[in-house]
Structure formats: C-alpha cells, structure tokens
C-alpha cells in the first residue's frame, strides 16, 4: 500500500463531514485519478467482512460503520454519558447553590483554589449560567440552573439543607456569613469563632 | 525534544566548565573546592544577563534556592575555624539538606526529562473525536441536595492556624552593640566576651560575636579564644 | 472474521473516548478473552501498512491515525498551536504523576520552591485535574488527566516507569544517600504526608 491510501485513509478516518474529491486532491497534493485509485483501494480494504465501510454521500467520501452493526452502535449511543461530579465540580457547584449569584474570583477565594476551568466546564455541561455582571461593573456572576435544580431534586435555587457549621473569621468571611443567613442557610445563633 | 533544564545550563568559569547540577554534585562531592567558586560569577551567570534563558518564575525561584545553599555553605567555610578537627555540624547539616534536596529531587526531575521525550514520541497520531451522532444521551443519574451541605461545609471550617515559631520577632540591632561593645572597651580596654553577653539569647550571642569581629575588621580590638568553644578575650588595641 | 472484531472495530471508530476493556465487553455482551482476541485481530489488520492502529491510551483502546500522517492529518484540521510546556510545568507534572493524589503543599514542598502557579496553569491547560480533598478537609489534591495519559502516550494513571529508574545511580550518590538516611534526612521512600 503506498502513501497516498494510507493518507485518504488517516483523513477520511478524521473528517465529521464527507469529504469530495476536490478536497482530498487538494489535501493530499496528489492528481484526481491517484485518489481515485486510492479511495477503490481503500473500499477493498474496507470490505463487507470488516466493520467499516468507504461510502459516497452528499458528494462526497465518507467512512462510516456498517449498517448491519446497528444495533451495537446503538447501545453505545444509549450509554448512560460518564457525567458524574467531580469533587471540584460538587464543590463549586455548592459555593454557587449557596451564596448565587457569585464571581469567579469570590469562589476561588473561599475554595483556596482557582475556580477558572471548574466554572467553564460546569457552564458548558449546563449546570451553571451566567447571571450578569453587578451594577457598576465588576466580575461576571454565576447562579445555578434549571438543569442543576432538577438534577439534584431542587424545588428551586435556594431550596438547600441548611449549613452546620461556620468557623471562618475576617471580613471576608463576615460578607459569606451575611449572605448565608440572609438565605435562610445558616442558623442565626451566637456567632462561633475559631 | 530539547527542554531548557535550569540544572543543565551551561556554566563557564575558570575552576570549572560543565552543566550547573555537575557542578553541585561535584561540591558536594568536594572536587571543586568551594573557596576557589565565584558565588557572584556564578549567581550572574545563571540568573543575570548573562543567562543563557529567561527562565520562568518558577524556575528562577528554583536557581535561587540553590544558589542561596550554595552561598550558605560557602559562609559558613569562610566563617569556620581553618584546621579545626570536626567539621562545624550545622556545615554538615546545610550541606546535607543540600544534597538531600538534590537526591530526593533528581528522579523526579529525570522523569520531567523522560515526559518530554515522550510527548515528543507521542506527538504524531490524532483522534477522531467526533461526536455521536443521533439522540442526545438519556439524562445523568440524579444527586442528592445533601452533597451539596457536604462540599459546602469542610470550606467553611477554621483552617489551623499557620506555625510561626520559625520566625524571630526579637530584633537586635548591630549599630547598637557595636556602640556596647564599643564604651566597654572605653572603659576597661579588656572585656570577656561571655560576660557581655550574659544570658542573652543566642541571637544576641550570635551578634556580638560579629560585632567583635567587625571591631577587630576595624582595628579597634583584638580577639583571642585559648580554647575552641571557650571564652574570647577582646582587648582594645587603643588604634583610634 | 466473526461479527466481534467487526462490532468491536465499529465501536472504536464511534467512540469519541477510549473504550474499557470492561465497557467492550459490556456493548458487545461477550467475555473478556474474546474481546481481547477481537482487539488483536483489528491491531492485526490496521497494520503499519494502513493509515489506522489501535492503541491503548488513557484506560482504554481507541482507533487513531499513524503517527508519520501527522502533516496531512493537520491540513485537514489545524492543530492547536503547540503549547510548550517549561522545565517547572514538565517537573510538576512529573510529580503529581508518581505521587498522586498530592497536594499543592506537598509538591512545593518536594520541588524546594511554591508551585501555585505551576499548578493552577496545568489545572487551566486541562493536565491536572482536582482529585478532592482528604477526608476531614484540608488542602485541595491533585491528580494527572486523560489529556494527561494522552498527550504522554501513557495506557492510564500510573503506566511509568518505576521512579527508581530515574534516581542517580553510582557510588557517590550511595554514600550519600546513605549518610543522609542514617542522619534521618532521606526518607527511604518517595511518600510524602500531608
């Protein structure tokens, strides 16, 4: 097998769309009639007894799997998706449950760590969302979703078991005790210190 | 792939030629005689123009750690009793920590090395990474609000408070036992250095002994210790 | 071939992740020995002379490209600019990688010098990820990634090569690491607590 197949192979292999002719000459720098060659190649190689196919849709090549195999494809697709919560994840989502609408910066200073890349993918799996920026500018604000609600079996935001404890000192501090309370999350009873 | 290693740099100086971490071993090993080593030569050839990168902060941190063993071994050489028969033992623990640091370290800092070796290895194939197509999956499994209090609550615990019984808050200032040391000599020319430190702590110990050095730098006086680890006799040499 | 290389080559080429051995076994509803004999068969025929292997990488198998098809694969799909990573970073990495799960405490401990920032721009490039907090709370720990395993070409955590490999080796480094074991300053391993 000289270059040019494994090269169509590698890229046919890559590609989400069907890719044309046009597109695969141009790639792989080689004449129409070598891709040709290559692309009948490659549906040899690709025969009824492998699991794949080389296919020409919406005019272009595509590899795909073969329609007989269905029903497995089908169950990896029905896999229930490996979405469980990281600690990092758990724990960000809680600081946001508690004390929304919150900054990034405001999380990463009560988690002691950077809550950058945590908040983005929370954000991107739909947990979290972005609820403005406060009046004045200032950082972008985070409170909890819909999908997060129904996903922990929340009647709404602020539906949460109330907090035990609270040991942290400073003023810092004395703003989350303030919001905790306010929500109804913390008793109110005489402050403990550390 | 070629990784800059702060420990690799090349080092050019007229007692030695050869990477940076050759260099510390062979101090430690006591083949490059620690007197003869231009600390600042050394200091401006990792860190300074001359540096054969702008290392990044963390790296620069790294050099200045070593660097400052170095110089705190070198010190204490230069502050030890020449022919004295057991070597000083806080020379032996510095230079220990030294060589435990650089022992303890060195494997993972070979397998930093092996890592880029092997990104550089690993680099050629790609993944397809294309989503699946068809139904958006079944929804994830379902939590429990009380995870939420449990992430919550370790944050707002106290941590412990930090130790601080490494650092000193006492001062003790030079410029002023000089001038102690300075009116005792004025006044009976012959002092025994126990007795002007008494009981002070050994902070204080530790600057008056420099302060008597500094007078005898100066001129001012003159030591004399009969015996290691005994008293030191300073006597005005009337100079001024 | 039987339909199991077929099923199993169809699951490879869907699956945006590596599959588990485990997770194989699960879709094709067969016994492990078998799915094993399947994999081997599809090593077998995306050989060197194809533009596809199967590899193990970050705990499972997957279909890739040929490395030597790196340069037609990136006309296809350009490659994210090459982000270097520097001596700290590599170092760092190294150390989490043997040590894990460690904390940011331990590892500035170990490397001499504060590796916050080493850390935080690893968490943000996807390499580390948090792994919790020990139980009792306490400083966050940090573990490597798949983006980890799979930029190194590593099969999962833990497939390096031992760390005893790498320590110096020669009689000097013996007798000093023997004083300083006798002195009580070298653990005699690489454990480190928090």
Known sequence: ?194 | MAVPSALQQPVDLDVFQGPFDLLLTLVLREEVDLFELPLVELIHGALGERAVERWDLETASELVVLLSSLAELKARLLLGEPGEAEPDPDAVEARERLAARLIAYAPFQRAAEWLAERAGECAGPRYRRVPLPGMPPPAPAPESPSSLAGALGPLLVAPPAPSLTHLTSRRVHLPALLDRLRDALHRVRHVSFDEMVGDAPPLEEAMMLLAALELARRGEARLDQPVAFGDIAITATGGR
């Not at chain 1, 080389?54 to 169950?75: F, K, M, N, S, Y």
């Not at chain 1, 950058?116 to 993918?121: F, I, N, P």
């Not at chain 1, 997060?148 to 907090?163: T, V």
């Not at chain 1, 501090?173 to 550390?194: F, I, K, N, W």
């Open chain 1, 1 to 194: 097998m000289s270059d040019l197949p494994r090269e169509v192979e590698a890229l046919l292999f890559l590609s989400p769309e069907p890719l044309s002719l046009a597109t695969l000459c141009d790639l792989t720098r080689a004449q129409e009639a070598e891709v040709r060659a290559a692309l009948d190649a490659l549906s040899h190689r690709h025969g009824p007894g492998t699991g794949l196919e080389v296919a020409e849709i919406a005019g272009g090549h595509t590899l795909r799997t073969r329609a007989d195999l269905h029903e497995v494809c089908d169950r990896l697709r029905e896999r229930p998706p490996d979405d469980r919560l990281s600690p990092a994840a758990l724990e960000t989502l809680a600081v946001v449950a508690y004390l929304e609408p919150v900054s990034r910066p405001d999380i990463s200073r009560l988690r002691g760590v950077s809550a950058d890349a945590t908040v983005s993918s929370l954000v991107e799996r739909g947990l979290l969302e972005e609820a403005g920026r406060p009046d004045g500018g200032g950082a972008m604000r985070y409170r909890t979703s819909r999908a997060f609600q129904e996903r922990f079996g929340l009647r709404g935001p602020g539906d949460l078991p109330p907090l035990e404890t609270f040991e942290l000192s400073g003023p810092e501090a004395d703003r989350v005790r303030e919001r905790l309370t306010e929500g109804g999350h913390l008793a109110t009873g005489p402050a403990s210190d550390a």
